[in-house]
């Protein structure tokens, strides 16, 4: 599945649809707060990545798109995690090390390059496990 951007789509949006990301998100953020209230900012940071209305999202993507649309969309999310992760432990080791401009760019660029890595990849093994067709 490539990327494509099809405006068309937002005409079958109801407002319901963008009111259930706007819940889910505010009460994925606000649970975020309080645990970083109750266990520090080291917990709750590490749920600040969670993408918020990504729940929400998937399930109104497989309900106008499809199910493989709502996987690609779902794969993408997790590979961007993974980029994060990398951003979050480069800001660490960093911090102490460099002004916060260059760790910021830096880790931003780490961030950048992991996730399009993995993108890459996964788009190659996806690309090479689909079937052969015979071309002839």
């Known amino acids: 599945m490539g990327i ?3 405006l068309s789509k937002l005409k079958q949006m109801r407002w319901s649809d963008y009111a259930i990301r706007f819940v ?6 606000m649970l975020t707060g309080v645990l970083a209230y109750r266990y520090g900012p080291s917990i ?9 209305v990504l729940p929400a999202s998937i399930t109104l993507i497989e309900k106008h798109e499809n199910i493989d649309a709502a996987g690609a969309d779902t794969a993408g999310a997790a590979l961007g995690s993974i980029g994060l992760v990398t951003f979050a432990i480069a800001v660490w080791y960093f911090v102490d090390r460099w002004a ?3 760790v910021l760019i830096a880790a931003t660029l780490i961030w950048l390059v992991v996730a399009i ?3 890459l990849v996964s788009t190659a093994i996806s690309k090479s496990l689909k079937p052969k067709t015979d071309q002839r």
């Open 44 to 52: 709750g940071g590490l749920f600040m990545a969670f993408p918020a």
């Open 4 to 6: 494509k951007v099809d």
């Open 117 to 119: 890595t993995l993108w």
């Open 100 to 102: 916060a401009s260059v």
């Open 24 to 29: 889910f998100g505010g009460l994925v953020t």
